[in-house]
C-alpha cells in the first residue's frame, strides 16, 4: 500500500500537495481499493469558488456513489479532463498522472495528516 | 461494512460459512445473516457466470412448507399463478388485497398434497406470518411450517454448470440431471444423502439451484475445488438485472402490484378467486405506472441510475422513479429499469444528482437469456 511521504493526507482519503499557490488534489490508493470499478467521475466547474469541507464532486463505481471533498479553500484551476473519458485509469496512478484537480489558493490546509499519521488512520479504520 | 467480530450479536450464519472465510469472502451483513459480498471482484464473478460457471450460497433463503388435504387449493388462493399437481416450480407473486405484492417466490409441488415455497430472506418471518393469518381466513386445516433454519441453498449457474457438476459428482449424477427440464426438479443422491435439484436460477443463465439439509457446505467446497468460480451477493444482483430479473424491495413492493411490474405470466386471471383477483381484474391493460428499462443517451462516459432516482418528461414534471440500476459488465454501460406513470417515452430524462440526463428506452430483458 503506496503513502507517498511527501503528500498530506485528509480523513476522505484525499491527498494534497502544494506547490506555491496551487494545491493539487487527488485520492488514496486506499481509497481507490475500497471503491472498486470507477465508472464515473463528477468533477467542479473550472472557476467554483470552494470552502474547505465542500462536497465539490462525486466519484462512483458500481456499488456506490462517494463524494469529493474541498481539503482546502480556494478556486478551482484545473480538472484532469483525460479522467472524465476513462474514470478506471484513477485506479493506475492515484498520486501521480490521476490526479483530480487543482485548486488555486493561499491557505493553508487544516485538519491533514501526514503519511505517517495517515497509514495509522487507515490500520484503526479496518 | 463491519465484519462482525461479536459472537453475541444478533446476525446468522448459513452452514457454508467457513466455506466463505477459507475463501477470503468479504462478509456483510445481509437480510440478518453474514453473507459473502465477493470472494475476488464483482467483474469476474459476474462473468464467470456468463461465460463458464459460479456457484453462489443461497441458504439465507426462507422454505415455507404447507401441507394438507386442501393444500392445493389454498396455495392457489394464496397465489396467482396456477399451482398443480405437475411435480414442478413455478414461479409466482403473492398479493395482499390490494393487489400488491407480500413477496415474489417459487413455489415447488412435492405432492398433492404438500407444497415447498422458496421466499426471499427479508421476507421469510413476514411471508409466515402472512399465510398463516391467510389460512385462518380460508379456513386451512393443514400445517404450515417454516423450514428455514433447516435447509441451505447452493445455486450453480452458467453454461458449464453441468460439465462442472460431472467433473464434481460423476458422469451418472450429470445424465440423472440432464433428464431435469426447465422448471422442473428431482430427487438427486450424492453421498448416500438425497438433495431437490432444479432447474431454476436468478441469473439468466442455465444452471441448478440445490436444497439440502447436509453436507451442503461439502457439495460447495467439491464445486469450488473442481474450477466453479465462488461468487457473492453483488455478482447475484448485477447478474439479476443483467437479465431484467425484479428484485423484492427494489422493482416489487406491497405498493405494486404484478400486472404494473410486467410480470402478467404469474397472474392467473381466470382461475377461481385468489387474494387480489378483484384489483387485478381493474388493471388488466389499465395499470397506473408500468416497469421499463432503460439506458442513458450519450456517447461519453455515464453515472449509474440508481433506486429512487426521478424520471422526468420533457416539461420537467415527474414521470417515475427508477427502482433498480447497476452496471452491465456485459453492455459495459449502466442499465436500470424504472416504474413510468406515461405512455409517452419521447424525451425523458433521468435527474442524478441534480442534473438531467436523456434516456432511451430498452425492451427487456436487457441481454438474451440463456437458460
Known amino acids: 500500500m503506496s503513502i507517498p511521504s511527501e503528500l498530506n493526507y485528509t480523513k476522505d482519503h484525499e491527498w494534497i500537495k502544494i506547490d506555491g499557490e496551487t494545491a493539487t488534489v487527488g485520492v488514496t490508493e486506499h481509497a481507490v481499493n475500497e471503491l472498486g470499478d470507477i465508472v464515473f467521475i463528477e468533477f467542479p466547474e473550472p472557476g467554483t469558488e470552494l470552502e474547505a469541507g465542500d462536497s465539490i464532486g462525486v466519484i462512483e463505481s458500481t456499488k456506490a456513489v462517494s463524494d469529493i471533498f474541498a481539503p482546502i479553500s480556494g478556486i478551482v484551476e484545473e480538472i484532469n479532463t483525460p479522467l472524465q473519458d476513462a474514470p478506471e485509469d484513477l485506479a493506475s496512478d492515484p498520486y501521480g498522472e490521476s490526479w483530480l484537480l487543482k485548486i488555486k489558493t493561499t491557505a493553508k490546509p487544516e485538519d491533514v495528516m501526514t503519511a505517517e499519521e495517515y497509514k495509522k488512520y487507515i490500520e484503526e479504520e479496518a | ?371
Not at chain 2, 393487489?99 to 415455497?117: F, M, P, R
Not at chain 2, 432503460?294 to 422513479?321: A, L, V
Open chain 2, 1 to 371: 461494512m463491519r465484519l462482525s467480530t461479536n459472537p453475541n450479536n444478533e446476525l446468522k450464519r448459513t452452514a457454508l460459512f467457513n466455506e466463505h472465510k477459507k475463501l477470503n469472502a468479504k462478509i456483510v451483513p445481509f437480510a440478518g445473516y453474514e453473507m459473502p459480498l465477493k470472494y475476488s471482484t464483482p467483474e469476474a464473478e459476474h462473468l464467470a457466470v456468463r461465460n463458464s460457471a459460479g456457484v453462489f450460497d443461497v441458504s439465507h433463503m426462507g422454505e415455507i412448507f404447507v401441507k394438507g388435504k386442501d393444500a392445493l387449493n389454498f396455495v392457489n388462493y394464496l397465489l396467482t399463478n396456477k399451482i398443480t399437481t405437475v411435480k414442478r416450480a413455478t414461479y409466482t407473486t403473492m398479493c395482499n388485497k390490494n393487489a400488491g405484492i407480500v413477496d415474489d417466490l417459487l413455489v415447488y409441488t412435492i405432492d398433492d398434497e404438500e407444497y415447498l415455497l422458496v421466499v426471499n430472506a427479508s421476507n421469510i418471518e413476514k411471508d409466515y406470518k402472512w399465510i398463516q393469518n391467510l389460512a385462518k381466513e380460508y379456513g386451512f386445516n393443514g400445517s404450515i411450517i417454516n423450514e428455514s433454519l433447516e435447509y441451505s441453498q447452493i445455486a450453480i449457474q452458467g453454461p458449464k454448470s453441468s460439465e462442472f457438476m460431472e467433473k464434481a459428482f460423476g458422469t451418472d449424477l450429470k445424465n440423472q440431471l440432464s433428464e431435469i427440464k426447465f422448471f422442473r426438479y428431482a430427487y438427486i443422491n450424492i453421498d448416500k444423502t438425497n438433495y431437490l435439484i432444479s432447474r431454476t436460477g436468478y441469473t439468466g443463465e442455465f444452471g441448478y439451484e440445490i436444497y439440502g439439509k447436509s453436507n451442503m457446505d461439502k457439495i460447495f467446497a467439491k464445486l469450488v475445488s473442481v474450477g466453479v468460480v465462488p461468487c457473492g451477493l453483488a455478482s447475484r444482483d448485477s447478474l439479476r438485472l443483467e437479465a431484467s430479473l425484479p428484485l423484492y424491495g427494489n422493482d416489487l413492493d406491497n405498493e405494486t402490484s404484478p400486472l404494473e411490474a410486467g410480470l402478467d405470466f404469474v397472474v392467473k386471471l381466470d382461475k377461481e378467486n385468489f387474494v387480489g383477483k378483484d384489483i387485478l381484474l381493474t388493471q388488466k391493460n389499465n395499470t397506473n405506472k408500468k416497469l421499463i428499462g432503460f439506458k442513458i443517451k450519450t456517447d461519453e462516459r455515464k453515472p449509474i441510475p440508481r433506486h429512487g432516482y426521478k424520471i422526468m418528461d420533457s416539461e420537467q414534471n415527474e414521470i417515475g422513479t427508477v427502482s433498480s440500476g447497476g452496471f452491465s459488465y456485459l453492455l459495459q454501460e449502466p442499465i436500470a429499469m424504472a416504474y413510468i406513470k406515461n405512455n409517452n417515452f419521447e424525451n425523458i430524462n433521468v435527474d442524478i444528482r441534480n442534473k438531467l440526463y436523456p434516456i432511451e428506452i430498452l425492451e427487456l430483458p436487457f441481454i438474451k437469456k440463456n437458460k
